[in-house]
C-alpha cells in the first residue's frame, strides 16, 4: 500500500485538476432597460450546451463557466428580447438591461403631461400611429380621426380646400358653447388651428375620451382631448425622407337641373300669356333652336389639382437628436380661382446635457393662403358663385358674341336679377393668408433617482389677413359701385408649465408615478379693419382704399383671457394588475365671474389585469384581460371674453354734417358665471386573444353636464334679450367598440382588420326656465315672412338638432277638396301640411319634431392585404340614422319662381300630372310655411373612403434605404339616398344648434392621387 500511495497521489492529482479549473464563475445582475428595476427569474444559459441557472430576487445570477475561453451567455425572459452577451477572460459580466418585447401591449402611449404603457392605462385613449396617418393624403391633421377611432365623430362641414372640420367626442355636451375637444400639440395646449400643422410631420395621435384621461385638463377637457406628438430624432446615421404626391379632384355629385328648354316651359308656365296682351316668354321656335344651353356647375366647376412635397432629415447621438423637415402642400378648389397653399418648416430637437439634465425644442413655422369662393349661407341678393351657378337661366351663355360675360340673367322681368357665377368665380377676390409660429421648449433635470422637474415655455403666434374685393362690374359690386375691406387678426398665446415627476419601480410589487405641476396660459386677440366702396377703378383692388368714395367706418378691437392651473396625478400600479389612477386639477379663470374664479376638477380610475390572475392560465386562446372603470367631473370654459362683465359698445349717427359717438350697454353682467361641469363615468374590457391576433375595447359611458352657460330669455322691462347664466342640463350615454385582427401574418400574405362602431344617445334634461327654445339657422332670403327661418328645436326630453316644423301630407288636388278641409289661400298643386291638433288652420301649434341630426350610430372598417412587396388598404366609413335639412330645395324645387330649378321639376304637378309630391310651378306655400319635412331627408351614407395601393421597390442602391410608390383614391364611392352635393355636411360651421344644414355648401370631391417615398 505504502508503494502504491506515492503513486496515487499525483495520479489523482492530475485528474482533479481539470475540476478545479472549471469553478471560475460568471456573475452579474439583469435589470428591466426601461426603470433599471432588477429582474428576478431571468434563464441564464451557457450557449451550446444545457447549463444555466436563473437570477435571484435582486436580478443576480452565478454561473460556472469553462476553464478558458470567453463564452457567451444567453438571457431569456418572458415579455423581453433574448439577449446575449460574451463573457470577459476574469469572468465579468456587464450588468445586462432586457428590453420588453414590442407588442401592442407594451406600447408607450402618450398621455397628459407623460407617457405609459398601453397594458397599464386605466383610462378610455384610443392612439393612431405615424403609420396609420401615412396611409392616407390629407390635408388636415383631424381628417385622419375620420371613421378611426370609437366614440369619435368627424364631420368636414365644409368641402372647400382649407375648411374645417368639427369634431364631437362622445356627443354634443353644450347648447350656446364650444362643443370642439382641446388639442395638445407636443404639449402646447390650445393649438386649435390645424391647418398650419403639416400631417406628414406627426408621429402619434392620442384620444383622451373619458374624464379619468381627460381630467388633468380640467376646465378645458369635457369635449375630449386630442394629443398630437410630432416626430423627434432617433439615434443613429442621419436619414434623409422624400415624399412627394400628385393628384387630381373631380366634384362627387352635381344637382341635376333643367336644361334650356325645361326651364323655358317652366318660365311660360309661371307667367302664363294673356291674349291679345301678353305673348308667351318664349316661343316653341325659339325652345326648338335653344340646344341644352349653359350647364352652370360645369362651367364653374373644374378638375382640379393638388400635390405634396415633403423633405425630412432625422438622426443623432445619444447626445443629441434632431427632426427637420420641410413641407409644401397645394390644393386647388374645384370652383375655378380657388384654392389652398400651405407651407412649413418644422425643427425638433433633443439635447442631452448630462445624465441628469436635457433640453427638448419643438418649433414649426409656416404660412397658409386660402383663395376662397365665395358660397355663402345668407343666399338672396348676396347670390355668389355656387349658388348662382344653381340659378341662373341655362339659356343665356356664359359670353356674349363679342365675349363679354353675360353680366346680368335675362330675361327680365321674367327671371330674378342674379349675377354670372363665372363672372363672379373668375374677377372676385377673396384672400385669407396666414402666417403662425408654434414653439415649445422644455428642460429636463433629474433631482433624484427617478425623480424629475421638466420646466417648459410655449409661444403660440398666429397672424391672419383677410382681403377681399369686389369689382364693379360683377353682379354684387353693381351693387353699390365695387367694394373692397381689408381685416387684420393677431391671435398669440404664451405658456409657461412647471412639473415634478417621480416615476419608481419600489420593488417587484409596486410601482408609483406621481405628476404635480403648475401652468400658466395667457391668450391675446387684436384686429382691426377698413372698408369701402363704390370705386371709380377696379384697377387698384383692395390695395388703396382711399380711392373709395365711401369710406366705412374702421374697426378695432383688442382682448384677452388668463388661466392659471394646478394640476396633479398618481399612477399606483400593485402586482403588475392592479393599476390606479387619481386626478385633480384646479383652474382659475379671469373669464368667469369675481365669484366664481376657481373650479375643481378630480377623477379616479381603476382597472383590474384579470389576465395575470394564476386562475386565468389555463385559458391558452385568451392572451389579455383587463377591466376598467373610472369616474371625473371636467369643465367647458368655451365662452367669449368678459361675459360676467357688463359691456358697453360705441353708437354713432349723423347730426348734420356732424357725427356723433356715444356708448351704449350691451348686455347684463354676471358677477356669478362660473364652468359648465360634465361629470362623466366610463366601464371598460380589454380583451385580447390567440396571442394578442384579435384584440377588442368595448367602452360603455354616461355622462351628465350641468351648470350650462346657457343665454335665458329675459322680460323686456330690462331692455337686454338675454343674459348668459349657469342653467340647465344635457346627457350623453352610449357605447364603443373597437376590434383589431391579424387573420394572416405571413411572408406569402398579411391581413389585418380594424373595425370601430360607436353610438351616442343625447337628450336636453333641463332649460332652466322653460321647456323649449325654438334654435338653429337659417337664411332669412328662403322664407316668405318673419319669424320662419329657425330650422331646429331644444326641447326637454329631446336630443340637440331635433328638426322641427310642419309634417308633409303630400299635395292638394282639388279645389273640393281644399274646400272640405277648410283651408285658404292654397290651390290643387301646392304642398299640403298636416293639421295635427284639427283646428283646420295650420299654425305654429301644427309643428312637430320632423327629423333629428345626430346618428343612431357611426363606424369605420380598414382592411390591410400585403404580400409580395405590395400593400393594399382599404377604408369604408359610415353614418346610420342622421337626418339632413337640404334647404338648397326651397331655391330649386318650389322657392323664387323666376330661378332656375332641379330635374324633378319637370315632374311638377299639373292637371294631368297628379300622381307626384314635386308643388306645382309657381307655388310658394313650402317657402311661406317655414321648416317642413318635404326637405328634410335621409343622410345615412357609407363611403368607400380610401383605397391605397403601395409597392416597395426592391433593394436597386446602396445609398437608397428605402423606396415605394403609391395610388390612393378618396371618397371613391358614396352609397346614400341624399340628393344634395354630400351628406355629410354642414353650411353653419361648428355651430351647436344648426348642425347637419345644407345650403349653398362646397361640392365634395372625388380624389386620386399618385405618390413616392424614398429614404436615403
Given amino acids: 500500500m505504502q508503494k502504491i500511495l506515492p503513486i496515487m497521489v499525483p495520479l489523482a492529482l492530475a485528474v482533479s485538476l481539470p475540476a478545479f479549473a472549471q469553478t471560475r464563475q460568471a456573475t452579474g445582475q439583469v435589470l428591466n432597460a426601461t426603470d433599471r428595476t432588477p429582474l428576478p427569474g ?19 445570477f452565478s454561473l460556472p463557466l469553462p476553464a478558458d475561453g470567453t463564452p457567451t451567455l444567453v438571457f431569456s425572459f418572458v415579455g423581453f428580447e433574448p439577449y446575449e452577451v460574451r463573457v470577459s477572460d476574469n469572468g465579468t459580466v456587464p450588468t445586462v438591461q432586457l428590453r420588453e418585447k414590442t407588442t401592442e401591449l407594451n406600447d408607450v402611449v402618450v398621455v397628459g403631461y407623460g407617457s405609459q404603457r398601453k397594458r397599464d392605462i386605466t383610462g378610455s385613449v384610443a392612439s393612431i400611429s405615424a403609420e396609420q396617418v401615412a396611409e392616407t393624403p390629407i390635408a388636415r391633421a383631424d381628417q385622419i380621426l375620420q371613421g378611426r377611432v370609437s366614440g369619435v365623430q368627424v364631420t368636414q362641414t365644409n368641402s372647400e380646400p382649407g375648411g374645417n372640420v368639427s369634431i364631437r367626442i362622445r356627443g354634443t ?102 291674349a291679345p296682351l301678353t305673348a308667351p316668354v318664349y316661343t316653341e321656335e325659339q325652345i326648338a333652336a335653344m340646344g341644352e344651353g349653359t350647364d ?91 349658388l348662382d351657378a344653381l340659378r341662373f337661366s341655362p339659356i343665356n351663355p356664359v359670353r356674349d358674341e363679342n365675349g363679354s360675360f353675360t353680366y346680368s340673367n335675362t330675361p327680365l322681368p321674367y327671371v330674378e336679377d342674379v349675377g354670372n357665377p363665372v363672372a363672379f368665380a373668375e374677377k372676385v377676390k377673396d384672400h385669407r393668408t396666414t402666417a403662425r409660429g408654434l414653439l415649445n421648449v422644455a428642460a429636463n433635470y433629474e433631482l433624484l433617482p427617478g425623480l424629475t422637474l421638466r420646466i417648459s415655455g410655449g409661444l403660440d403666434y398666429n397672424n391672419q389677413q383677410t382681403d377681399v374685393f369686389r369689382p364693379s362690374d360683377v353682379f354684387l359690386g353693381r351693387l353699390n359701385g365695387g367694394s373692397a375691406s381689408r381685416v387684420q387678426n393677431n391671435r398669440y398665446s404664451w405658456l409657461n408649465e412647471n412639473t415634478l415627476t417621480y416615476d419608481k419601480k419600489l420593488n417587484p410589487n409596486n410601482a408609483l408615478n406621481v405628476v404635480v405641476g403648475i401652468s400658466e396660459q395667457k391668450f391675446y386677440f387684436n384686429q382691426f379693419g377698413a372698408s369701402g366702396t363704390n370705386f371709380f377703378t377696379n384697377t387698384l383692388g383692395s390695395d388703396n382704399l382711399s380711392i373709395a368714395a365711401n369710406v366705412g367706418t374702421p374697426t378695432s378691437t383688442r382682448n384677452s383671457n388668463a388661466l392659471a392651473s394646478y394640476f396633479g396625478r398618481v399612477n399606483y400600479r400593485l402586482f403588475e394588475k392592479y393599476l390606479f389612477t387619481v386626478t385633480m386639477r384646479a383652474d382659475g379663470s379671469s373669464r368667469f365671474g369675481k365669484n366664481n374664479k376657481w373650479g375643481y376638477f378630480p377623477s379616479a380610475a381603476f382597472a383590474y ?28 370654459q368655451e365662452i367669449d371674453n368678459y361675459q360676467s362683465l357688463a359691456q358697453y359698445g360705441a353708437d354713432a349717427y349723423a347730426s348734420g354734417s356732424a357725427r356723433l359717438v356715444g356708448l351704449e350697454p350691451l348686455n347684463i353682467g354676471n358677477p356669478n358665471l362660473r364652468w359648465e361641469s360634465t361629470a362623466a363615468s366610463n366601464v371598460g374590457v380589454d380583451l385580447a386573444f390567440l396571442e394578442n391576433r384579435v384584440s377588442i375595447t368595448a367602452d360603455a359611458y354616461y355622462k351628465k353636464t350641468t351648470d350650462l352657460l346657457l343665454r335665458v330669455a329675459t322680460p323686456r322691462t330690462t331692455g337686454y334679450p338675454n343674459i348668459l347664466l349657469n342653467a340647465g342640463s344635457v346627457e350623453n350615454k352610449g357605447f364603443e367598440l373597437a376590434i383589431n385582427t391579424n387573420n394572416f401574418d405571413t411572408k406569402a ?54 328638426f322641427y316644423g310642419y ?117 310658394t306655400i313650402r317657402r311661406s310655411t317655414g321648416i317642413v319635412s318635404d326637405v328634410i331627408e335621409d343622410g345615412s351614407f357609407v363611403r368607400l373612403k380610401t383605397v391605397t395601393l403601395g409597392y416597395t421597390l426592391p433593394k436597386f442602391s446602396t445609398k437608397v434605404r428605402s423606396a415605394s410608390v403609391y395610388v390612393t383614391a378618396q371618397n371613391l364611392v358614396t352609397l346614400t339616398k341624399y340628393t344634395g352635393y354630400d351628406p355629410e355636411v354642414n353650411s353653419f360651421g361648428n355651430d351647436n344648434l344648426s348642425l347637419n344644414t345644407d345650403y349653398n355648401a362646397f361640392p365634395s370631391t372625388r380624389s386620386f392621387t399618385a405618390g413616392i417615398k424614398i429614404g436615403f
Fill in 749 to 802: 400574405f398579411g391581413w389585418k382588420t380594424n373595425l370601430n362602431f360607436s353610438l351616442n344617445r343625447n337628450k336636453v334634461l333641463d332649460l332652466y326656465s322653460v321647456p323649449e327654445l325654438p334654435v338653429g339657422a337659417s337664411s332669412s332670403s328662403l322664407f316668405v315672412g318673419a319669424g320662419l327661418g329657425n330650422t331646429s328645436i331644444l326641447r326637454e326630453g329631446e336630443p340637440i338638432g331635433s
Fill in 609 to 636: 389585469r384579470l389576465i395575470d390572475e394564476p386562475f386565468m392560465k389555463g385559458l391558452t386562446a385568451l392572451s389579455d384581460l383587463k377591466l376598467r372603470l373610472g369616474y371625473g367631473i371636467t369643465g367647458n
Fill in 173 to 274: 355636451n353644450s347648447i350656446n358653447t364650444g362643443n370642439e375637444p382641446l388639442f395638445v400639440v407636443d404639449g402646447f395646449p390650445g393649438a386649435g388651428d390645424l391647418n398650419s400643422i403639416n400631417p406628414s410631420d406627426i408621429e402619434s395621435i392620442e384620444v383622451l375620451k373619458d374624464a379619468s384621461a381627460t381630467a388633468i385638463y380640467g376646465s378645458r377637457g369635457a369635449n375630449g382631448v386630442v394629443l398630437i406628438t410630432t416626430k423627434k430624432g432617433k439615434v443613429g446615421k442621419g436619414t434623409i425622407n422624400f415624399e412627394a404626391y400628385t393628384g387630381v379632384q373631380i366634384v362627387r355629385h352635381k344637382y341635376e337641373l333643367m336644361n334650356a328648354p325645361e326651364f323655358a316651359r317652366y318660365l311660360n308656365e309661371v307667367n302664363p300669356p294673356v
Fill in 42 to 60: 431571468v434563464s441564464v444559459v451557457l450557449k451550446g450546451t444545457t447549463t444555466g441557472t436563473a437570477t435571484d430576487a435582486d436580478g443576480r
Fill in 296 to 386: 352652370w356647375q360645369d362651367a364653374i366647376l373644374r378638375p382640379a389639382r393638388l400635390s405634396n412635397y415633403q423633405l425630412g432629415f432625422n438622426g443623432g447621438t445619444e447626445e443629441t437628436r434632431y427632426n427637420l423637415s420641410f413641407n409644401f402642400f397645394d390644393q386647388e378648389g374645384i370652383i375655378i380661382n380657388s384654392g389652398f397653399k400651405r407651407g412649413t418648416v418644422r425643427l425638433n430637437l433633443d439635447k442631452k446635457i448630462s445624465s441628469k439634465l436635457s433640453f427638448n425644442f419643438s418649433s414649426q413655422v409656416g404660412g397658409t393662403l386660402e383663395q376662397r369662393a365665395f358660397v355663402n349661407s345668407q343666399g338672396g341678393s348676396f347670390g355668389g358663385a355656387l
Fill in 807 to 923: 309634417q308633409f301630407d303630400g299635395l292638394w288636388q282639388t279645389t273640393d277638396e281644399i274646400a272640405a278641409a277648410g283651408r285658404t289661400g292654397v290651390r290643387p298643386g301646392d304642398p299640403r301640411y298636416k293639421d295635427q291638433n284639427g283646428d283646420k288652420a295650420i299654425t305654429a301649434a301644427d309643428r312637430v319634431i320632423i327629423g333629428r341630426a345626430q346618428p343612431d350610430f357611426i363606424y369605420g372598417l380598414t382592411n390591410t392585404f400585403s404580400a409580395g412587396g405590395f400593400t393594399l388598404n382599404v377604408f369604408i366609413q359610415g353614418v346610420q340614422g342622421q337626418d339632413v335639412l337640404n334647404l338648397n330645395r326651397y331655391e330649386l324645387e318650389s322657392g323664387i319662381t323666376t330661378t332656375n330649378k332641379l330635374k324633378t321639376v319637370v315632374n311638377r304637378w299639373t292637371p294631368d300630372n297628379t300622381d307626384t309630391n314635386i308643388p306645382r310651378a309657381g307655388s
